[in-house]
């Protein structure tokens, strides 16, 4: 839960650069996944262990899109600041 909410905190409050913004949404995955294994051993279930086997292949496809899309922004406008990308 502590993790939840420092992750959510971190995007309220790091809106200056969107790598910088990308890093709680990482954390927020990393809750997601040990709320898993949490679950999987109280409930006694082994569901919740291959949900929690997923986590990392989206955190991994969520960085490699993210990536493209940083790449991409830096290119055409030439930062990656969030104050520049909502101007037209």
Request: proline fraction near 3%; glycine fraction near 6%.
């Amino acid at each position: 839960m502590i993790i939840s909410i420092s992750g959510i905190r971190g995007i309220l409050l790091n809106r200056g650069n969107i790598p910088i913004m990308s890093m709680p949404i990482e954390s927020m995955l990393v809750a997601v996944n040990s709320n898993f294994l949490v679950f999987s051993i109280s409930s006694d279930d082994m569901m919740c262990q291959s949900f929690a086997s997923l986590v990392p292949t989206v955190a991994a496809a969520e960085s490699a899109i993210g990536l493209a899309i940083f790449v991409i922004t830096f290119r055409v406008r030439g930062t990656i600041a969030v104050e520049s990308i909502n101007s037209i």
